[in-house]
């Protein structure tokens, strides 16, 4: 089955500033979600996006099909951006998600 | 316009006994998939409910199994529940139906099993 493989593992960073998180995976996909897990497992909606950019206030994200790669990019970080970022996929209009392992990110103020 | 929501959100068990959770999907969504996550892990998809039916299922026993009601909530049961069925279920809810197949996600029930 499809192997979805996140980097990096782990990120700290000073607040107000910048990341990008990365999303392998390894065939063609119909449906790339973003997530972000609050302390509290709490699963957020970020982006839905299959290909293509998208943005939403501080964050944005861009997934290269053909390359089978997403990122996504957290500008002027903020303490309320620590938890969890997921990117999930579904290959084959199964409909089921598929979910690398998250990137853990802690904001310090 | 409500969410996902899921109850219970936390529940202690023992080895053996059976549990039963509940999701009812966000307004307008006819589709529900449940999700176990361990600690540290990402989620892994159990099943998906269509039309009251077993849609998908992923890798898990029969001791997991499943109902949709016709207003589309939905219950995930465990029977014989093991110590390394302590996880967070998560319920997501879409409508592929509707053309959105983007998934949202209920607060998640914490399940401990001793």
């Known amino acids: 089955g499809i192997q979805v493989e996140q980097s990096p593992p782990d990120l700290i960073l000073q607040e107000g500033a910048n990341s990008t998180l990365r999303c392998n995976f390894s065939?063609?996909?119909?449906?790339l979600q973003w997530f972000h897990q609050n302390p509290w497992g709490q699963l957020i909606n970020l982006f839905y996006?299959?290909?293509?950019?998208k943005q939403n206030g501080r964050l944005s994200a861009t997934t290269v099909a053909t390359e089978r790669y997403s990122l996504l990019y957290i500008s002027s970080s903020q303490t309320t951006d620590s938890g969890v970022y997921f990117c999930a996929v579904d290959a084959g209009n199964n409909r089921k998600l598929i979910w690398g392992l998250g990137t853990s990110l802690a904001v310090n103020p | 316009d409500a969410g996902v929501t899921q109850s219970p959100t936390h529940l202690i068990k023992t080895r053996g006994q059976q549990v039963t959770l509940r999701c009812s999907p966000k307004?307008?969504?006819?589709?529900v998939s449940w999700y176990q996550q361990a600690l540290g892990q990402g989620p892994q998809f159990i099943f998906q409910y269509y039309e009251e039916e077993e849609r998908q299922r992923g890798n898990f026993p029969d001791r997991f199994s499943g109902h949709q009601y016709p207003n589309y909530s939905s219950e995930l049961n465990v029977n014989a529940l093991l110590l390394g069925d302590s996880a967070l279920y998560l319920c997501?809810?879409?409508?592929?139906?509707?053309?959105?197949?983007?998934?949202?996600f209920g607060p998640g029930t914490r399940l401990t099993v001793l």
């Open positions: 307004s307008g969504h006819d589709t």
């Open positions: 996006i299959p290909s293509g950019t």
């Open positions: 065939d063609s996909v119909n449906n």
């Open positions: 997501a809810s879409s409508s592929p139906s509707g053309g959105t197949d983007t998934q949202y």
